[in-house]
């Protein structure tokens, strides 16, 4: 493991000039998976040559763990070879389910916050690390609706699936912030309660209000917007509470600022990161 904290951008076709004009500045990126899961040996080798420039992670997006349906083994070893050519320092997959009865119903979901939905994660995630060869970080998703069915909160839901999976945990404290916005609840008060001992990846972003057919409103974590106050003022007090070197990346997936203010970002994510340690010191 890495001594220190690190700060990085995930990895776009947009982005890739800045990104590999300002390696300096960028101590690692995130590479999503999906995309290249039916890549050919030349695709995969530039990735190779990536992971050999700069530190990559791989993240994940159609697994649909947290489910009490199987992970298909076809999608698992597609992801396993993808993970064999990269070679990434680690990789990670999201808390949700994505599929329904042979259906795919095209966004992250996040699932019933319950015994049945552990159980299936539980086999999901051993049938993963047995295909792939190694555990996946596991993200909490943002989410529009409270999952129906739950008998838990999310900071004990998280808590249950670190323990049953012995999987870090990739903290998306913009979808704390999410969550907390649209159910009512503290997310500072939530981060005190999650496993952050776990906590390996940390992911950043930006959001919007959108209004709901019943005119209500929420808040949507689009990745096309820039880091709010409360997402970076949460990463100060994660730093402050976790004494393990923590990797923070920025996604965003759409309105593309120049890379200066991306860099911007960055700097302002150190400098959360370096308040909270020090709070931590004192």
Do not use: C, K
Request: glycine share 8%; net charge neutral.
């Amino acid at each position: 493991m890495h001594a220190r904290d690190r700060v990085g951008l995930g990895w776009r076709p947009e982005l890739a000039a800045g990104i590999l004009g300002h390696r300096d500045r960028i101590d690692l990126v995130e590479v999503i998976a999906d995309d290249h899961l039916g890549a050919g040996r030349r695709e995969l080798r530039a990735l190779n040559t990536l992971a050999r420039q700069v530190p990559v992670v791989l993240h994940g997006l159609s697994l649909g763990l947290a489910s009490a349906a199987p992970v298909s083994d076809r999608r698992l070893e597609a992801l396993a070879r993808v993970v064999g050519a990269v070679e990434p320092e680690a990789w990670s997959e999201h808390l949700a389910f994505v599929r329904g009865g042979g259906r795919e119903i095209g966004h992250l979901a996040a699932p019933p916050r319950r015994a049945v939905t552990l159980d299936g994660l539980s086999r999901n995630v051993a049938r993963a690390r047995a295909i792939v060869g190694s555990l996946p970080a596991l993200e909490n998703v943002a989410t529009l609706i409270d999952p129906p069915g739950s008998d838990r909160d999310e900071p004990r839901w998280l808590a249950d699936v670190v323990a049953a999976t012995e999987a870090p945990l990739l903290l998306d404290l913009h979808n704390l912030h999410v969550n907390a916005l649209n159910f009512g609840f503290d997310a500072r008060a939530a981060l005190a309660h999650l496993p952050l001992a776990r906590v390996r990846l940390v992911h950043l972003a930006g959001g919007s209000w959108i209004a709901t057919t019943a005119g209500a409103r929420r808040h949507l974590d689009d990745h096309r917007h820039d880091v709010p106050a409360p997402v970076f003022a949460l990463l100060s007090d994660l730093a402050a509470r976790a004494s393990q070197p923590l990797d923070v990346i920025l996604e965003r997936d759409g309105n593309y600022p120049p890379m200066a203010r991306l860099l911007t970002e960055l700097d302002h994510a150190r400098r959360a990161l370096a308040l909270g340690r020090a709070q931590r010191a004192a």
